[in-house]
């Protein structure tokens, strides 16, 4: 009986270490909460609807498969396998309303009502993001392979943060003071 105990606790144990780390974008949950929210214009029948989906256990079982598989996928291989290409996302931001299309290697971004766009794209070769405007484009960050990242600032200087919540505040002290020297 302990051996079958320790033995279940090790195994837990273990499989806690592959997936560490390993938050994903819950594409596929995103996609069910997202639909059940569009299901009706009466709120009374999308809560039906959310009660019915808990009760067969959608939800839950599309949050399983996101954290088992899907979110491991896009993890190790920096490809969200629920993106489709073409999807278009409003995002509300503080100078209005942002159309975010997904493409095949990042994103394009188009200030609602404008048709100038602003792309962002991976760049595999160089694991890079870049911003692409027109026959402009410029690397913004790189990811390393040792935690951190660079990134690359306005004045032409390269600066690595840490991939964490102190690297996180440092690169916007950063960027903020760079968009505040630019005005």
Known sequence: MKRSKLTLVATLLSVSLIFTSCVGSFGLFNRVSSWNQSVSENKFVNELVFLALHIVPVYEVSYLVDALVINSIEFWSGTNPMANVGDVKKVKGENGNYLVTTLENGYSITKEGETASMNLIYD???????????????????????????????????QSVSLDARGMLAARQLTSGAMLAAR
């Open 124 to 158: 595999k070769d160089a694991n890079t993001w870049n911003v692409v405007s027109g026959d402009y484009s410029t690397p913004i960050t790189r990811v390393n392979d040792d935690g951190t990242a660079d990134l690359f600032l306005q004045d032409g200087q390269t």
